[in-house]
């Protein structure tokens, strides 16, 4: 079983074009964020869902936005397609604590996102 | 704000050295978390060890170790006896307690670390 499943694994799609990601984990955690990985390897978080609840929201783009319907997805949606967005997107869960350990962060395969 | 540096860009040895890739770390908090992660060439990212602020005793997998100074802010990571299977992009991260975790990790900009057979 995988614990973080992203889907589609490539994403191929017009400039202007509307698209989304979607991520399942199964790991019972109750946070999930969405990463972005640039075409230099630079990891950096875009958001942070909690109990459906948006935590953070990085200098990201209004047209992306994610969608949780509940504590074991979050899907990101992305507006209006630009070249700058071609990217590999990574969702991630984690199970929030607090005063205790924290847990590390599952991450899915990857959805190499290449808008032409 | 947090911040984390990986200095080595790339890194190649031939197999069977040890190598050391090196992390430092900025943060305001006091409880705070670090950790390592792989990409293989496949393009997946492995988790690989987890550390606590309050906890810096060294720790061994195998052939991997990992070193914590809170005097120097450094979490370096080493491989003894490298092979050309750890050949990958690997990266520190650092998530402070503050929400919980909740804001996510704060990763370096990775290192390649290359093995030649």
């Known amino acids: 079983d995988t614990a973080v499943s992203q889907t589609p694994k490539y994403l191929v799609t017009q400039m202007g074009n509307d698209k989304s990601i979607k991520c399942e984990q199964n790991?019972?955690?109750?946070?999930m964020y969405w990463y972005k990985q640039d075409s230099k390897k630079f990891l950096k978080i875009m958001f942070s869902?909690?109990?459906?609840?948006?935590?953070i929201n990085e200098t990201v783009p209004n047209r992306f936005s994610p969608k949780s319907p509940d504590k074991a997805h979050l899907n990101l949606h992305i507006n209006s397609l630009e070249l700058g967005d071609s990217a590999v997107y990574f969702c991630a869960s984690s199970q929030r604590r607090t005063g205790a350990l924290n847990t590390e962060a599952f991450f899915g395969q990857g959805t190499r996102l290449t808008v032409v | 704000a947090q911040k984390v540096t990986q200095a080595q860009t790339e890194i190649s040895v031939v197999e069977k050295e040890d190598v050391t890739l090196d992390c430092v770390y900025e943060t305001r908090d006091t409880t705070y978390y670090l950790f390592w992660y792989k990409q293989p060439p496949s393009g997946e990212l492995v988790f690989l060890i987890r550390?606590?602020?309050?906890?810096?005793q060294n720790e061994i997998s195998g052939r991997y170790s990992w070193n914590f100074q809170k005097s120097t802010s450094s979490f370096n990571f080493t491989i003894t006896a490298s092979q050309v299977v750890d050949s990958a992009v690997y990266f520190c991260a650092l998530s402070e307690d503050r929400r919980g975790g909740a804001d996510g990790l704060t990763f370096g900009k990775g290192t390649h670390l290359i093995i030649q057979p």
């Open positions: 790991l019972g955690h109750d946070t």
């Open positions: 550390r606590n602020s309050f906890d810096e």
């Open positions: 869902y909690n109990n459906k609840e948006l935590i």
